[in-house]
């Protein structure tokens, strides 16, 4: 929370565009990390480790995840899990 916090202040103080910065664009995927092309104001390193590159279990290189998938539809989409699944009605045997 107190990442988040520094991230939002960065942008209050101008330092990011609200729109396009880490915190708007987060989660970064691993495949948008090593792609050629980067036209983002922050670094990817910021992009990687928000928190830095400290050594902890959980946080940090040794506990990153990487999401498959970046955000899909801003808040809404994380707030809304649609399933991909097939219909229950496929899954029925007869």
């Given amino acids: 929370m107190i990442a988040i916090y520094d ?3 960065e942008i209050a103080q101008g330092k990011y565009p609200l729109e396009n910065s880490p915190l708007r664009r ?17 670094t ?7 928190m ?4 902890g279990q959980l946080m940090g290189r040794k506990g990153k995840y990487w999401p498959t998938v970046g955000r899909i539809d801003g808040a809404h989409g994380d707030r809304n899990l649609i399933c991909a699944c097939p ?8």
Avoid: L
């Fill in 26 to 42: 987060a989660p970064h995927t691993a495949e948008q990390i090593v792609s050629d092309g980067w036209e983002r104001p922050y």
């Fill in 7 to 9: 991230e939002i202040q």
């Fill in 87 to 94: 219909s229950i009605s496929e899954y029925e045997t007869t």
């Fill in 52 to 55: 830095g590159t400290n050594s």
């Fill in 44 to 50: 990817r390193s910021i992009a990687a480790f928000p």
